[in-house]
């Protein structure tokens, strides 16, 4: 039976629907993949520095339209304008990295000589890839995800959230614009049902989720079934650990300035605020203060002291009920904690403290500006604190003493970790982490040693 997809451009700060798209028929899935297998057998063959190239160019095209590409996504999913240029010029610092340094990052490497041979580690393509993307990061979570796999000489299929279908479009406008032949990156609006499809088609050598646990434990199921590399990168409910700090009030105003980035809606953000009971009173009083300023806005009027709606009525939904749960937990709202009565998805900034540890919403992602705190006794009190969760991609430390933060932050179970800093994001260093968080490594020279052939090669004297 034929499905179609649900793609629509939908306003958050509205609700308003303002376009639909169609999706694919299950009849293409087979068209798509052999498209992508034939467009694999002849961009394998160019040279790296051929391919990079027209990744460069790429970079160019997403610095030549940083303007329209920012207002796209701000229309789609709600971020504010101001930060959706940025995440449009990382997009281009992403793929011009790869662009840069991919030669660089796949060459060989000689790993044994002897009288009669040499052997090298080789890394080559290993064909069609599919990419499910997030409607977080609309360009982000591409860039990542496809830069490295262009460069090496994968092709790619992308699937993006059904909420970003314009976003999807500009990217693949960008591709063609580029010089990249048809086939070698394909946009499709898929459904559930046809993405399974795709996995388990032999042709598709791997697969990459940036998502949610529940999504990343679907995708890993099928591609284990079907024998498919996967990357998964899931969810997190990042500690942000303050131990001292000589300033409370600059200590809140970063915290406060980490947690609210995209509306609080990225999955390494600092969910948990664990700070020592010396300073806790004050920090909580200071959190109130500055999440108590903010006012609903237009995300594209970029209005001080405004907030952004979240991406979705679902998205609404769902930390609503969150918050819900918390309070009947035990939990204590100091301020927000409920929605604006106004059109749109718009969610109040809510500092919330006292969810009791071993509780079921304890364990949970609050994906939206919900600032979570935790008193912590002691340094262990802290750490217990800090692990104790099913997640483990990002956490941060704080305390006057670098020391003190340094033997803090190694015991720190999470694929990133900051002391005195939260951890770097930029092309060069890699991004992912371990437990429910998912596993393996985007972005920097490890990039691209996921979907790579790591094939020994000997050669006799």
Same mark, same amino acid.
């Given at each position: 039976?034929?499905?179609?997809?649900?793609?629509?451009?939908?306003?958050?700060?509205?609700?308003?629907?303002?376009?639909?798209?169609?999706?694919?028929?299950?009849?293409?899935?087979?068209?798509?993949?052999?498209?992508?297998?034939?467009?694999?057998?002849?961009?394998?063959?160019?040279?790296?520095?051929?391919?990079?190239?027209?990744?460069?160019?790429?970079?160019?095209?997403?610095?030549?339209?940083?303007?329209?590409?920012?207002?796209?996504?701000?229309?789609?999913?709600?971020?504010?304008?101001?930060?959706?240029?940025?995440?449009?010029?990382?997009?281009?610092?992403?793929?011009?990295?790869?662009?840069?340094?991919?030669?660089?990052?796949?060459?060989?490497?000689?790993?044994?000589?002897?009288?009669?041979?040499?052997?090298?580690?080789?890394?080559?393509?290993?064909?069609?890839?599919?990419?499910?993307?997030?409607?977080?990061?609309?360009?982000?979570?591409?860039?990542?995800?496809?830069?490295?796999?262009?460069?090496?000489?994968?092709?790619?299929?992308?699937?993006?959230?059904?909420?970003?279908?314009?976003?999807?479009l500009a990217v693949q406008r960008m591709m063609d614009e580029a010089g990249?032949?048809?086939?070698?990156?394909?946009?499709?609006?898929?459904?559930? $049902?046809?993405?399974? &499809?795709?996995?388990?088609?032999?042709?598709?050598? #791997?697969? *990459?989720?940036?998502? =949610? /646990?529940? %999504?990343?434990?679907?995708?890993?199921?099928?591609?284990?079934?079907?024998?498919?590399?996967?990357?998964?990168?899931?969810?997190?409910?990042?500690?942000?650990?303050?131990?001292?700090?000589?300033?409370?009030?600059?200590?809140?105003?970063?915290?406060?300035?980490?947690?609210?980035?995209?509306?609080?809606?990225?999955?390494?953000?600092?969910?948990?605020?664990?700070?020592?009971?010396?300073?806790?009173d004050d920090f909580v009083k200071e959190m109130t203060a500055l999440a108590? $300023?903010?006012?609903? &806005?237009?995300?594209?009027?970029?209005?001080?002291? #405004?907030? *952004?709606?979240?991406? =979705? /009525?679902? %998205?609404?939904?769902?930390?609503?009920?969150?918050?819900?749960?918390?309070?009947?937990?035990?939990?204590?709202?100091?301020?927000?904690?409920?929605?604006?009565?106004?059109?749109?998805?718009?969610?109040?900034?809510?500092?919330?403290?006292?969810?009791?540890?071993?509780?079921?919403?304890?364990?949970?992602?609050?994906?939206?500006?919900?600032?979570?705190?935790?008193?912590?006794?002691?340094?262990?009190?802290?750490?217990?604190?800090?692990?104790?969760?099913?997640?483990?991609?990002?956490?941060?430390?704080?305390?006057?003493?670098?020391?003190?933060?340094?033997?803090?932050?190694?015991?720190? /179970?999470?694929?990133?970790?900051?002391?005195?800093?939260?951890?770097?994001?930029?092309?060069?260093?890699?991004?992912?982490?371990?437990?429910?968080?998912?596993?393996?490594?985007?972005?920097?020279?490890?990039?691209?040693?996921?979907?790579?052939?790591?094939?020994?090669?000997?050669?006799?004297?």
């Amino acid at each position: 039976m034929t499905t179609s997809a649900a793609f629509k451009t939908i306003n958050p700060a509205t609700g308003e629907v303002l376009k639909e798209y169609p999706g694919i028929s299950d009849q293409d899935v087979d068209t798509i993949a052999e498209k992508s297998r034939q467009a694999f057998d002849s961009w394998r063959k160019l040279s790296i520095a051929e391919r990079a190239a027209k990744v460069s160019t790429l970079a160019d095209l997403f610095e030549q339209n940083v303007e329209e590409l920012a207002a796209i996504m701000t229309k789609e999913m709600g971020k504010p304008l101001a930060e959706a240029r940025e995440e449009t010029e990382f997009s281009a610092e992403i793929f011009r990295y790869y662009a840069t340094n991919g030669e660089k990052l796949a060459a060989d490497q000689k790993v044994n000589e002897d009288d009669d041979t040499i052997s090298y580690i080789q890394r080559r393509p290993v064909g069609p890839l599919l990419g499910i993307m997030p409607w977080n990061f609309p360009y982000y979570q591409i860039a990542r995800f496809a830069a490295p796999n262009l460069v090496l000489g994968n092709t790619i299929i992308l699937k993006h959230a059904e909420s970003c279908p314009e976003s999807a479009l500009a990217v693949q406008r960008m591709m063609d614009e580029a010089g990249i032949p048809e086939g070698v990156y394909q946009n499709i609006f898929a459904t559930h $049902e046809q993405i399974s &499809a795709f996995i388990a088609h032999p042709i598709i050598q #791997g697969v *990459s989720l940036t998502g =949610s /646990e529940r %999504a990343g434990a679907a995708i890993a199921e099928q591609a284990g079934k079907h024998l498919k590399k996967a990357v998964l990168e899931l969810g997190g409910s990042d500690p942000y650990v303050i131990l001292s700090t000589d300033d409370v009030k600059a200590a809140a105003q970063q915290a406060f300035e980490v947690r609210m980035e995209n509306t609080g809606q990225a999955c390494n953000s600092n969910k948990r605020m664990i700070v020592m009971n010396d300073i806790y009173d004050d920090f909580v009083k200071e959190m109130t203060a500055l999440a108590s $300023e903010l006012k609903p &806005a237009d995300p594209t009027e970029e209005a001080e002291n #405004g907030y *952004s709606p979240l991406s =979705s /009525e679902k %998205a609404a939904e769902t930390l609503m009920k969150q918050l819900e749960q918390a309070k009947q937990a035990g939990a204590k709202i100091h301020t927000g904690g409920e929605r604006e009565d106004r059109p749109g998805f718009f969610v109040q900034p809510t500092v919330i403290t006292d969810i009791p540890q071993g509780s079921d919403v304890y364990y949970e992602e609050f994906f939206g500006p919900v600032i979570n705190i935790f008193k912590a006794e002691s340094d262990e009190d802290a750490l217990q604190l800090a692990n104790d969760t099913q997640y483990g991609l990002g956490s941060a430390v704080f305390a006057t003493d670098q020391e003190r933060a340094q033997a803090f932050a190694e015991q720190l /179970e999470a694929g990133m970790v900051g002391t005195n800093t939260s951890p770097e994001e930029s092309a060069e260093v890699p991004f992912g982490g371990v437990k429910r968080s998912g596993y393996g490594r985007e972005l920097g020279p490890v990039g691209m040693d996921e979907f790579v052939n790591k094939r020994l090669m000997t050669v006799k004297k």
